[in-house]
């Protein structure tokens, strides 16, 4: 399959009550971010980034003997600016690059494929996988207009109608490599956090004109990302229950 994964692994635990990075947190006896590269890989990508940052040494040295490559984001400033990190080794891609956070070991292989093969038949500028869910709160969510993907708006930044929405966005997206790579600079920090949010793209892909895909997944928990001790645990679990 050709294109591109990059995946987000530059975070800090910091909801983990520890100075570990996140992605180096074990389940299953493994770091999170094996978890998470075994599927893309299984996947079929040509092509792996990590963008590393915190504790990019201990991370590095998790993925010796991979066949990835890893880039810097050092000061982190959102997942836009992590993905402006690794625009160098991107440059002259036309295939489509794949987007993922590193702290979502329970991703299937199949729903990656899935993800891409609709992506490509749809000539989409970017398809991202959603769930719904009873709460969501804390997450980005899924603006529609008409049915269309037109906005993420994160949650920290969404009024009250905004935050009533149940769909949210999983961090994990397909991009046409052109559109992102030129949809990249263009990226601002005008929000509350003063970060570059990936998600703008979203917004600057309907202001085009071009198509947005969102793909609800089945299972909420596959895209689930690691943020506590007992999402761990409960990864833990889930992961236990997927082996024959």
Known sequence: MSAVAVILAAGKGTRMKSDRAKVLFPIAGRPLLLHV????????????????????????????????????????????????CAA?????????????????????????????????QTGAAVTLLSAVLEDPKGYGRVVRKDGRVIAIVEDKDASPEEQAIREIN???YAFDGPFLLRGLPRLKNEN???????????????????????????????????????QLETAEKLLAERRP
Do not use: C
């Not at 040494?57 to 836009?80: C, F, I, S, Y």
């Not at 080794?89 to 690059?97: A, E, F, R, W, Y």
């Not at 993922?100 to 991703?107: E, K, W």
């Open 37 to 84: 590269l075994d599927s893309v890989e299984a996947a079929g990508f040509d092509r792996v980034i990590a963008v590393v940052g915190h504790q990019a040494d201990r991370v590095r040295e998790v993925l010796e003997g991979r066949r990835v490559q890893t880039v810097l984001q050092e000061p982190q400033l959102g997942t836009g600016h992590a993905v402006m």
């Open 88 to 120: 160098p080794l991107l440059q002259g891609v036309t295939d489509p690059i794949s987007v993922l956070a590193g702290d979502a070991p329970l991703i299937r292989p199949s729903t990656l494929r899935s993800m891409l093969e609709h992506h490509r």
């Open 170 to 172: 999983s961090s994990i």
């Open 192 to 230: 509350r956090q003063k970060e570059y949010y990936l998600t703008d793209l979203v917004h600057l892909a309907f202001a085009e004109g071009r198509r947005v895909e969102g793909l609800p997944v089945a299972d909420p928990m596959e895209v689930a990302g690691v943020n506590t001790v007992e």
